[in-house]
Each structure stands twice: as C-alpha cells, then as structure tokens.
C-alpha cells in the first residue's frame, strides 16, 4: 500500500498538531487525530488507497479512499466506522443530492447521515435516549469524518466557498441510526427498497432539528397536528423549494401512531395535508417569488394553501431516541434529494455484514494532508 | 449550437463562481458582477443596475471579455475566497 498524499513534518504534540491544522484551516476547530501514516493504512483496512469513490465539488477533485481514510482518522473514526463513512461520502457525490449546492449555499445545512440496519448497532451507532447527540463516538466521528472530507476535498471552507451566512452545528457532524425496534413501520431503508438485513446510509442535506414538543396528545390525530403545524413556518426552504421535509418520531409518540394503525403512508399523507400556510401569509415575505408554487395552488386566494412538500411520499418520516414526549422536524435545503447507499458497496469493497477486522494503530510520524488544495 | 448565455453574479458570489468554473475547465469563462445585495433592491435600482452593466453583458456575449469583468463602480466584493484568519 503506497499513500501518495504530501507528508508535513510537524512538532510531536497535540498542540503543535492542532496549531497546524487550524491555521490552514483543515479541521472544524475542535482537535483532531493526527492523521499518521500508520493510521491511515489502519483506516483503510487494506483497501486500495487509490480508488475513487467520485468528485468532490466545487473544486471537483477526487475522493480517492486515501484522501477519506485521512479525514476519517482526523475526526477520531475508528477503522470499523469506514465503510460508512465512504458511503456517505458515495452517497452524497450522487447528483441528486445536489453536493455542490449543499456544500457552497448561504443557507445553514450539514450533511444528515442517517444510518439502518444491524450494523448500525454492531458499531453502537446511537439510535436511542440521544440519538442526536451529543455523547456517542461512532455518531459524532462519522458525521465529522464525512463533513471533514467534503470540506477538505472539495475545497468548500466556512466563510470562503462555503458561504453559509451564519453557518450551523448541524455542519460539524450530524449522524444517527434509526432506532427500528421502537418503530411501528418497516424500517426506513426497507421502505425504499433495501433488505431489513443490509446496512445502508441516507444522506439528507439538512438542517439541524427542530423540536416538537407534544405531551399532551393521546391520539395520533394529535400528534400529527402538532408536528405539521412545526413544520408549516414561513423561514423554511420547503415552503418554497418544497423537497423532502423529515420528521423523526420519538418512541412514545410513534407508539400512538403504532397503537392507532397509523402507517407511515397515512402520516406522510396527513402532515402533507396539514402542514401548510395560507398563501396570504407567504407572499409577504420569505423566499416568495424565487421558486414557482405548485400550480394547483391558487394564488388568486389568500386563503390558498401552499404545502412544505411537492406530494406526501417526500415527507421523510422515521423513528430515533428514548424515552420522553418528543420528535422533531428536520428541514432540508430543499434542492436536494435523499440518497440512500449500501454500505461495504461501491468504492468501498467490501461486504457491509463483514467486520474489517481492523485495530487502531496509533504512532508517530510524518502526516498526511488529506487536502486537494494548497492551502 | 446551443442557446448562447451570460453568467450574471453578484460580487460576493464571484470567487465562487470562478473556482467552480475552473474546476469544471472553463477558466475563461465570463463572469459579469453587480453588487452585493440584490434581494433588498427596487425595480428601478436593479434597472439602473441592469444598465450599467449592459455594455459588459454585450461584450461577454460577443466573446470579447473572459473571466471576471468588474462591476463599473469598482465594487467587486472580494471578501469570499481569501482565507481567514483561523488563529
């Protein structure tokens, strides 16, 4: 295995370390595994450090696994966490997530990485009491992973082309795995053609949550009017960009639904016809005017109703965390799709049921960039 | 042929621009700026603006101008695109 990225020399402590690194601004700010020779052929388990999982925007320079494998190792991956993080970053070079946009709008979106099936728990991805963070190292280290390798591949950096007004936590890592045993419904990767025993990332180009509280309702009735009129607000992208508005039910609400036979198509239905503001109200202000309304939406009435979503079936809807009377709404840009992707496919190579087998081998040693630009 | 086109961008969007268009092979690519913002501007300041750079869009469209070329009041943002300062 030969790793071709430039070698940088630099002083033995974590100090020195991180001092490099955030002066060429290459990390998120917060301290980093120094991406060592030794730690990134452990990351990549023997894959070929060469191949190409795709094109990284807006500089388009390669994702080659080397180059993701180093990311990884600076966010804290451990080397079994890998072929996740290779598939977000797969799954997110699809171009109907739309990468370019994500990584360079003004508007205040991560990369949602959601994770399903039994891998998720075999790597203690979090989805219970927490799910969201913070707390669980294979959460916090593979959103960070996939967000460092974007960022430093691509070239996007905060305040440079990444141009993110006023940016958002959801940018230093965003990862969580379903929680499938609290949910009345097939799992959320099943529901788009994946077997229950295949493990699989969705990437969503999200927001960060947004809370729905609701402690009051006994019916699902209820709950869902609590959860569409969350998602209905004037600020949000789907308003006018529509796209996939999700909704992440906690265990205690999804039981009400579960217990009233609510399937996921019956919520999808009623949060896409409830969750809508009067068209009198939108065109006051908002993104009004910069994208064209669902033509069934008569805009002679103020009474009108304009829907956060093009049809019922883009409404995510999903089930994470523990105990308590909570959900939550999580916004997207809008111009932009889920994508979800095997994991151990693709670029990745390997079986995603497989165990790498892999042990971290942290030493010292020269360091390897991991960055298509010279910074 | 295709439908011939102008990249119209405000000045804070053009480093963005250019990079993208670097990185897609068109380094030449024409780029007319306007200022920064355009949301909060009336209907007779974008004309004015829209006038002003007319001539420019005329000389991107006729082949005669590659690259950035600046807004006429020497405003072009610059901001985006140089690194900061990250201590």
Redesign the interface.
């Known amino acids: 295995m030969e790793l071709v990225s430039r070698r940088i020399e630099v002083d033995d402590s974590p100090e020195a370390v991180l001092h490099l690194f955030?002066?060429r601004?290459w990390g998120d700010?917060l301290p980093i595994i120094p991406p060592t020779e030794e730690r990134v052929e452990a990351m990549l388990g023997g894959r070929l450090p060469e191949r190409v999982v795709g094109l990284v925007?807006?500089?388009?320079?390669e994702a080659t696994l080397e180059r993701v494998a180093i990311n990884a190792v600076m966010a804290g991956c451990r080397p079994e966490y890998f072929p996740v993080v290779v598939a977000a970053v797969e799954a997110a070079l699809d171009p109907d997530f739309n990468l370019?946009a994500i990584l360079?709008t003004t508007h205040p979106c991560g990369v949602l990485i959601v994770v399903n099936g039994p891998l998720a728990r075999q790597l203690a991805i979090r989805s219970e009491a927490g799910a969201f963070g913070p707390g669980w190292p294979a959460n916090a280290t593979i959103g960070r992973a996939v967000r460092l390798s974007l960022q430093n591949i691509g070239?996007a950096?905060?305040?440079?082309?990444d141009?993110a007004t006023q940016g958002s936590p959801a940018k230093y890592t965003w990862c969580f795995a379903e929680n499938e045993e609290a949910s009345p419904w097939e799992p959320f990767h099943v529901s788009r053609g994946y077997p229950a025993s295949h493990p699989t990332v969705t990437v969503c180009g999200a927001e960060g949550p947004h809370n729905i509280n609701d402690h009051a309702s006994t019916t699902g009735t209820g709950l869902l009017t609590t959860a569409a009129d969350t998602m209905a607000i004037m600020g949000s992208n789907h308003l006018y960009a529509r796209g996939e508005p999700m909704v992440v039910f906690g265990p205690e609400h999804a039981a009400i639904l579960g217990r009233e036979n609510w399937t996921r198509a019956d919520v999808q239905r009623f949060l896409f016809d409830n969750a809508r503001k009067p068209y009198g109200k939108v065109r006051l202000g908002g993104a009004h005017g910069m994208i064209a309304l669902p033509r069934w939406v008569n805009t002679e009435d103020p009474a009108a109703l304009v829907p956060m979503a093009e049809q019922a079936e883009d409404v995510l809807v999903l089930v994470a965390g523990g105990v308590g009377r909570h959900s939550a709404f999580i916004p997207t840009f809008g111009l932009t799709r889920a994508v979800t992707r095997l994991i151990g496919g693709g670029a990745c190579g390997l079986d995603g049921s497989d165990d790498c087998g892999c042990d971290v081998q942290a030493s010292g040693g020269g360091l390897t960039d991991g960055l298509s630009t010279d910074? | 042929m295709g439908l011939v086109t102008v990249t119209v961008c405000t000045a804070?969007?053009v480093?963005?621009a250019g990079?993208?268009a670097a990185?897609?092979g068109m380094a030449e690519l024409p780029l007319v700026v306007i200022p920064h913002p355009m949301a909060d501007k009336s209907p007779d300041q974008v004309a004015d603006i829209a006038a002003r750079v007319a001539d420019n869009v005329a000389l991107a469209l006729g082949g005669k101008a590659l690259g950035v070329i600046p807004y006429p009041d020497g405003v072009n943002g610059g901001g985006?695109?140089?690194?900061?300062n990250?201590?």
Do not use: D, H, K
């Open positions: 955030n002066s601004g700010g925007p807006p500089s388009q320079a370019y360079t070239g950096y905060p305040g440079e082309l141009r910074r | 804070e969007f480093n963005l990079r993208e990185a897609l985006a695109g140089i690194p900061a990250r201590g």
